[in-house]
């Protein structure tokens, strides 16, 4: 399909919808924030990730070129104590950091190609760009909207207030004087700074810091904000199309980006700001501490309370599609359950569809009731997606859609009631939504064995970590979910493998 929709988006920067018109024409930038890879990708991170893969997928099928920049965050993300989030892991774990980096890295990645979504065209590590990250600091200074004290460069946030009235506080919605009450880069020398507002773009390393470079101001390193903002500026330009992330962001990450890139260049990094939404489990938010939490592992063995059974990849990727990605999502047995049945339904639609015979012979020429209801819906299905990406609507007309097809497939509908072209549309859009827009596979083909093997290796180290913390419950419990699906494990000297009953 040639790129002639009219797209609409819903701009966080706006706070309102606006016809999308990317600055090259065919052409579009996208920057998503990516992971802080110093622990295990959570299923609000999957969420984010399969919206914004579905996004891409849908630019990719109406004919945009799409640059598709997703970052890996491997220093710089502080604790509430000030502590990076990578080296803490480290020193948890007895391990260098960048190993730390790697396991998470490949982990994340697998959990990606568990739930089919597509590579991005460029991947960059914030390790990987710290001259660029200097640079930038160096740019901002120039400027006059960064400051040093003591070797660490903090971003003067009253000044570019003062300059840029109401830039600062747009895209969160929050007021200046709300902001200026704030200081959320877990510093605790905050003396050094003018004003608690303002937050650290290069941070001077303390005795205990292991991940540090040199720069001229001191042995340090970045802000975790700044690293998106020269990295974006690297592969997509000053100021591109499309920034993405999850809602938790906007405050203090996006917005910061935003004051970044203005103090280096003068210029709003990206046109289109787009955010997910949370997740809840069970009507509440998700938390460790109180136990109502659930991830990926958990829901793929059914190793949890908060579930009654185990669910395919695709089944809880199905889930995810049925909300629209603005939309908060809560995480019941009950959806998921009918998600399962939902995602079934649909494939079993589809395969019925790929055998209907296409005979002419009974087709006298003349567009019929049911050829222009069929395609009124595949219509409604491409509208949907063009109203900022709604897959909701789009799922609800496949689904109408399948009505059809079974009608067709039980003779309730005779061959000459649609006209032969009508069907092969409705066959090549009904491939088109739910293998290339929504990602979606059939875990029952035999080209997604590799998906079942990616799974079962998950599934076994996870039950390799509760047998070695002497979890002998838990460890029991997933070989006999998986004797319950047919998936027999074998304990044997060598290892661990597993086979189909």
Not at 85 to 105: C, N, S
Not at 126 to 154: C, F, K, L, W
């Amino acid at each position: 399909m040639t790129q002639q929709r009219v797209l609409k988006l819903h701009n966080s920067l706006s706070g309102k919808k606006e016809i999308f018109q990317p600055i090259v024409p065919g052409h579009i930038g996208m920057y998503v924030c990516g992971p802080t890879v110093y622990s295990d990708v959570h299923l609000g991170n999957c969420r984010t990730f399969a919206s914004f893969d579905v996004i891409y997928r849908y630019l990719l099928h109406i004919g945009y070129k799409v640059r598709y920049v997703r970052n890996i965050t491997d220093v710089g993300h502080l604790t509430d104590d000030g502590e990076d989030r990578m080296a803490k892991g480290a020193k948890v774990a007895q391990l260098e950091p960048m190993e730390v980096a790697q396991h998470y890295t490949v982990g994340f990645h697998d959990m990606m190609r568990i739930f089919n979504t597509l590579p991005p065209s460029i991947e960059p590590r914030a390790t990987g760009h710290i001259p660029e990250q200097i640079d930038m600091v160096q740019d901002i200074m120039d400027r006059g909207y960064a400051y040093e004290r003591n070797g660490s460069v903090y971003f003067n946030v009253i000044k570019f207030n003062q300059e840029h009235p109401g830039v600062y506080g747009q895209l969160s919605g929050r007021v200046i004087d709300e902001l200026m009450a704030e200081s959320r880069d877990g510093l605790k020398n905050q003396e050094e700074k003018n004003h608690p507002a303002d937050f650290a773009i290069w941070m001077k390393a303390r005795p205990q810091d292991i991940m540090v470079w040199k720069s001229p101001w001191s042995v340090g390193f970045p802000g975790w904000h700044l690293e998106c903002s020269a990295m974006s500026t690297k592969y997509l330009g000053q100021t591109f199309d499309i920034h993405g992330g999850g809602n938790d962001l906007k405050f203090p990450h996006h917005e910061n980006e935003v004051a970044q890139s203005n103090g280096a260049c003068g210029c709003s990094p990206a046109n289109y700001w787009l955010h997910t939404n949370m997740l809840l489990l069970n009507g509440k938010k998700m938390s460790k501490s109180d136990g109502n939490t659930i991830n990926p592992p958990q829901l793929f063995t059914g190793e949890s309370e908060h579930i009654s059974k185990s669910y395919s990849p695709m089944a809880v990727r199905f889930f995810m599609l049925q909300a629209h990605y603005r939309s908060t999502l809560d995480i019941t047995d009950d959806g998921l359950q009918a998600a399962e049945k939902g995602f079934k339904k649909l494939m079993d639609a589809y395969n019925t569809l790929q055998k209907l015979p296409v005979d002419a012979r009974d087709f006298d020429g003349s567009e019929t009731e049911h050829d222009r209801a069929i395609l009124a819906l595949i219509e409604d299905a491409y509208q949907g997606m063009d109203d900022d990406f709604n897959t909701a609507i789009a799922l609800a007309c496949l689904s109408e859609l399948g009505g059809y097809v079974n009608k067709l497939a039980n003779k309730q509908l005779a061959s000459g009631d649609v006209a032969p072209w009508v069907i092969e549309r409705l066959k090549t859009v009904y491939h088109t939504f739910v293998f290339d827009i929504f990602g979606l596979k059939d875990e029952e083909s035999k080209e997604d064995s590799g998906t079942v093997e990616g799974l079962m290796e998950l599934i076994l180290d996870l039950r390799a970590n509760a047998r070695a913390q002497k979890d002998w419950v838990a460890s029991d419990k997933i070989r006999d979910v998986l004797a319950e699906v047919g998936i027999q494990v074998k304990d044997g000297k060598e290892g661990v493998s597993w086979e189909k009953n």
